[in-house]
């Protein structure tokens, strides 16, 4: 297993399967203020359900189409990233986030972020990486700003979590 020190006691490790208890338990901590902006928090609500989200991404790893990885604050789970959707072929991913408040402030995904960016286009060679968030969620275009991503449009109305909202969809590209 990999570990990467992202500064201040925080590191970036894999996030599987067999971590489901940890990642439930940090998913009640971040529940409030992750659920507004994405599904994690209700589709993760017990033991099987966490486990399931978990394993979804194992299978996206194993398939080379996506993976996640937690953000560890001084040994505990406070957060993650990952590639949503990842196609090597096309040269092609989204990634995001998320993170529970008592990590906030830190620069930990903007850290965690960068180290899948250098990974995708040093590593894997893909030309074009994608963050979406929506417009309201100023914390997350302040990331994609902070890694120097491009505010390419939003798409009106499309995403349908707690109501229909807009999406931005930021981009940094390999030759950036």
Known sequence: ???VDLGGGAALRPLEPWQAEEFLAHMDRARETVDPWIPWA???SDLASARAT???YADKQAADTGRICGIWLDGTLVGGVMFVTYDAGSGNGEVGCW???AATGRGLVTAAI???L????????LQRVEWHCRPDNKASSNVARRLGMTLDGTLRQNYAWNGR???EIWSLLASE
Request: charged residues 25%.
């Open 1 to 3: 297993m990999y570990s």
């Open 42 to 44: 209700s589709i993760s």
């Open 54 to 56: 978990l394993q979804r």
């Open 99 to 101: 993170l529970e408040p």
């Open 114 to 116: 960068r180290v899948l």
């Open 118 to 125: 250098d990974w995708a286009f040093r590593t894997r060679g």
């Open 165 to 167: 909202h807009d999406t």
